[in-house]
């Protein structure tokens, strides 16, 4: 589903942030991608959008060399991948609908299609009966789920969650990786960045780790071990 | 793609509604941009008007002597004729003059009668040269200074039109120059509001443009609202510029009348002969500043 061969990223001469990292992600897996700050983890979600492109190397998606993709292709790319930034917010002068929504909006659904849509992924995130409320009459961890249905309006294959719980408590955490997982239970590849070791632990899923940006570990049901 | 379009023209109508006062105030500059530029449209029209009006009026009158005949005099106009500057001559035989002079005089007894008792005519013929370009008179002055022309040539007068012709002519660059002056500053001020409009509008649109982008929208949707902002712009400022124009001319017209009593200056009629041009190159020139500024401002946000 997702190849990454020999990719480095430099963003300049002294900022490496990837070195030669290759890895490979099945189709269906659910993924951990742990790492101090500043190893490159966010630059990796940043290359599967093709947000950055890779210095030397190759990126796959699906039978999609998206290394060299074409700015006009990018579009297509990211309708099919669903992806959730800690600094991604909501619109705020939008209700949770309207916010997602507008997601489907700006690629041009039709409006059956939108009502069809937009009411599947509030119940997939448990947030149906608070539809329409704006942003800040939702808590923290209420809006991130509705961020994270928004990236699910495209029904994605691939899922990427960079830090998704990272101001959030513990039960809000939870909360947001069992959605997660559910996700994952529909057969969506996801992708989880995080600092959280009680997350990973609890997972019992793959975990890559990343230090100064190369590959450290990668283990089937790892653990946290920075 | 009429339902995208339709989005487009909401989503445009939204961002106009959030920036409200500061697209209320770049408009307004536009508006008085515009009008400077509309000032100078009139400025010009109206001292090309003056000048038709006295270029019109400027001739050097060639008075020849009496014992000149109508021949002699009409092979002069002949040749003035054949010159490149000169665009007419009038010409008025020895008999047309006395023919006048009778006609003006037939109340008067006394000048009739000594008319008569001097037998022969005492006028001479009297060319009116009128030239295409009042700078060409000097020319045709200094052509009928020739030595051949001195003997039979009276008179001529031109001194007085020569100092009128280049009084008119510096007012007329300097109106220019003074009107191309102020409407380049406020073109300046203009252009530089607009790219900082633009780009703060674009700017507090960052938020958008990165959901719309990470979703998969086309980076035309997400130019569509901002080209469109740029359409609503350039047509508010132009109508409400060509609105204070008429209006303005409305109260000016009355004015001009008196001015030019026998040339009638319609400076409303000169902007409706011309609408489509003048305000069309207006707007075309404020869509194109505005519709520039949002492409340049948007594609920093569409790089991710
Ligand atoms: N746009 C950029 N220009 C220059 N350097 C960058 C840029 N983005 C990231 N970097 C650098 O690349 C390295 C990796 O950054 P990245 O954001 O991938 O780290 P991270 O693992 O996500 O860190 P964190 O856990 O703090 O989010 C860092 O050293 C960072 O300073
Ligand atoms: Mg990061």
Redesign the interface.
């Given at each position: 589903m997702i190849n990454l061969h020999n990719v480095t990223k430099m963003y300049s001469e002294d900022a490496v942030a990837l070195k030669n990292i290759s890895f490979a992600v099945k189709s269906g897996e659910f993924v951990s991608i742990v790492g101090q700050s500043g190893t490159g983890k966010s630059t990796i979600i940043k290359i599967l959008i093709a947000e950055e492109r890779p210095t030397k190397g190759q990126v796959e998606i699906g039978d999609w060399d998206i290394t060299r993709i074409r700015a006009g292709d990018i579009p297509m790319l990211r309708r099919q991948i669903g992806v959730v930034f800690q600094d991604l917010k909501l619109l705020p002068a939008m209700t949770a609908y309207e916010n997602i929504a507008f997601a489907l909006e700006v690629v041009g659904a039709l409006p059956r299609r939108i009502k069809e849509v937009v009411p599947q992924v509030l119940r997939i995130v448990g947030l149906e009966d608070k539809a329409h409320r704006y942003p800040l009459q939702l808590s923290g961890g209420e809006q991130q789920r509705v961020v994270i249905a928004r990236a699910l309006v495209h029904r994605p294959k691939i899922f990427l969650a960079d830090e998704p719980t990272g101001n959030l408590d513990a039960l809000n955490t939870r909360e947001i990786i069992d959605i997660l997982k559910k996700i994952n239970s529909f057969g969506t590849t996801v992708v989880l960045v995080t600092h959280n070791r009680e997350v990973v632990n609890q997972l019992r899923r793959r975990v890559i780790t990343l230090n100064g940006g190369e590959i450290m570990s990668d283990h089937e049901n790892g653990k946290y071990v920075l | 793609m009429f339902?995208?379009f339709a989005?487009v023209v909401r989503l445009s109508l939204q961002q106009f509604h959030r920036n409200l006062w500061l697209s209320i105030a770049t408009i307004t500059l536009l508006i008085l941009s515009l009008l400077t530029v509309n000032l100078v449209v009139a400025l010009g029209a109206v001292s090309q008007a003056a000048v038709t009006v006295v270029q019109d009026k400027i001739d050097v009158s060639v008075y020849f002597k009496p014992e000149v005949s109508n021949e002699e005099v009409e092979q002069v106009r002949n040749t003035l004729l054949k010159r490149s500057e000169v665009k007419e001559v009038a010409y008025i035989p020895k008999e047309g003059a006395l023919a006048r002079f009778k006609e003006r005089h037939k109340d008067d007894p006394v000048i009739s009668e000594s008319l008569q008792e001097l037998g022969e005519n005492p006028f001479g013929a009297t060319l009116a040269v009128s030239a295409h370009d009042p700078e060409q008179y000097p020319k045709i002055i200094e052509f009928l200074e020739a030595p051949e022309y001195k003997e039979i040539i009276e008179e001529k007068n031109f001194e007085d039109h020569r100092l009128v012709i280049s009084r008119i002519n510096t007012l007329m660059r300097n109106i220019r120059s003074f009107g191309l002056g102020v409407a380049g500053v406020f073109g300046v001020i203009a252009i530089l509001v607009v790219i900082n409009t633009v780009r703060v509008a674009v700017y507090t649109h960052r938020?958008?443009i990165?959901?719309?982008?990470?979703?998969?929208?086309?980076?035309w949707?997400?130019r569509g609202p901002f080209l469109f902002e740029a359409l609503l712009f350039s047509f508010a400022a132009t109508i409400l510029t060509a609105a204070v124009v008429y209006l303005g001319l409305y109260f000016v017209q009355p004015h001009f009348d008196r001015l030019f009593e026998n040339v009638s200056l319609s400076l409303i009629g000169y902007y409706s002969a011309n609408a489509i041009f003048i305000f069309g190159a207006q707007f075309v020139g404020i869509f194109f500043l505005t519709a520039l500024s949002s492409f340049f401002a948007v594609r920093r946000y569409l790089r991710?």
């Amino acid at each position: 589903m997702i190849n990454l061969h020999n990719v480095t990223k430099m963003y300049s001469e002294d900022a490496v942030a990837l070195k030669n990292i290759s890895f490979a992600v099945k189709s269906g897996e659910f993924v951990s991608i742990v790492g101090q700050s500043g190893t490159g983890k966010s630059t990796i979600i940043k290359i599967l959008i093709a947000e950055e492109r890779p210095t030397k190397g190759q990126v796959e998606i699906g039978d999609w060399d998206i290394t060299r993709i074409r700015a006009g292709d990018i579009p297509m790319l990211r309708r099919q991948i669903g992806v959730v930034f800690q600094d991604l917010k909501l619109l705020p002068a939008m209700t949770a609908y309207e916010n997602i929504a507008f997601a489907l909006e700006v690629v041009g659904a039709l409006p059956r299609r939108i009502k069809e849509v937009v009411p599947q992924v509030l119940r997939i995130v448990g947030l149906e009966d608070k539809a329409h409320r704006y942003p800040l009459q939702l808590s923290g961890g209420e809006q991130q789920r509705v961020v994270i249905a928004r990236a699910l309006v495209h029904r994605p294959k691939i899922f990427l969650a960079d830090e998704p719980t990272g101001n959030l408590d513990a039960l809000n955490t939870r909360e947001i990786i069992d959605i997660l997982k559910k996700i994952n239970s529909f057969g969506t590849t996801v992708v989880l960045v995080t600092h959280n070791r009680e997350v990973v632990n609890q997972l019992r899923r793959r975990v890559i780790t990343l230090n100064g940006g190369e590959i450290m570990s990668d283990h089937e049901n790892g653990k946290y071990v920075l | 793609m009429f339902l995208s379009f339709a989005r487009v023209v909401r989503l445009s109508l939204q961002q106009f509604h959030r920036n409200l006062w500061l697209s209320i105030a770049t408009i307004t500059l536009l508006i008085l941009s515009l009008l400077t530029v509309n000032l100078v449209v009139a400025l010009g029209a109206v001292s090309q008007a003056a000048v038709t009006v006295v270029q019109d009026k400027i001739d050097v009158s060639v008075y020849f002597k009496p014992e000149v005949s109508n021949e002699e005099v009409e092979q002069v106009r002949n040749t003035l004729l054949k010159r490149s500057e000169v665009k007419e001559v009038a010409y008025i035989p020895k008999e047309g003059a006395l023919a006048r002079f009778k006609e003006r005089h037939k109340d008067d007894p006394v000048i009739s009668e000594s008319l008569q008792e001097l037998g022969e005519n005492p006028f001479g013929a009297t060319l009116a040269v009128s030239a295409h370009d009042p700078e060409q008179y000097p020319k045709i002055i200094e052509f009928l200074e020739a030595p051949e022309y001195k003997e039979i040539i009276e008179e001529k007068n031109f001194e007085d039109h020569r100092l009128v012709i280049s009084r008119i002519n510096t007012l007329m660059r300097n109106i220019r120059s003074f009107g191309l002056g102020v409407a380049g500053v406020f073109g300046v001020i203009a252009i530089l509001v607009v790219i900082n409009t633009v780009r703060v509008a674009v700017y507090t649109h960052r938020g958008e443009i990165r959901i719309m982008r990470l979703v998969g929208a086309s980076s035309w949707f997400v130019r569509g609202p901002f080209l469109f902002e740029a359409l609503l712009f350039s047509f508010a400022a132009t109508i409400l510029t060509a609105a204070v124009v008429y209006l303005g001319l409305y109260f000016v017209q009355p004015h001009f009348d008196r001015l030019f009593e026998n040339v009638s200056l319609s400076l409303i009629g000169y902007y409706s002969a011309n609408a489509i041009f003048i305000f069309g190159a207006q707007f075309v020139g404020i869509f194109f500043l505005t519709a520039l500024s949002s492409f340049f401002a948007v594609r920093r946000y569409l790089r991710v």
